[in-house]
Nanobody, 122 residues
């Protein structure tokens, strides 16, 4: 089992940057695909980025490609989401999640953090 705790959210102006962190407990972090999802008010939770166990393969939603970067350090049980050139439409609660399989589908993620709020002002 994995417990996930996100941090690093906040209020930023459009064009600014934030770095989200997700700290995982448990010895099996290095066996999970890690993903970031987000949920804006009144909208469904949507995929943002994912990274495989080795870190060698990443995937991004089209809306964040070229602006966001996902990375992980298995020795530190941590995954990050570097967000640059933020836009007001990036405003959402951002969730870290872990999956046994290699997947970008929300339904296949087994463990979730509590979320961290990101607000981008125009």
């Amino acid at each position: 089992q994995v417990q996930l705790v996100e941090s690093g959210g906040g209020l930023v102006q459009a064009g600014g940057s934030l770095r989200l962190s997700c700290a995982a407990s448990g010895r099996t972090f290095s066996t999970y695909t890690m993903g970031w999802f987000r949920q804006a008010p009144g909208k469904e939770r949507e995929f943002v980025a994912a990274i495989v166990v080795s870190g060698g393969i990443t995937a991004y939603a089209d809306s964040v490609k070229g602006r966001f970067t996902i990375s992980r350090d298995n020795a530190r049980n941590t995954v990050w989401l570097q967000m640059n050139s933020l836009k007001p439409e990036d405003t959402a609660v951002y969730y870290c999640a872990a999956a046994i399989s290699v997947t970008v589908s929300r339904r296949n993620y087994d463990y979730w953090g509590q979320g961290t709020q990101v607000t981008v002002s125009s």
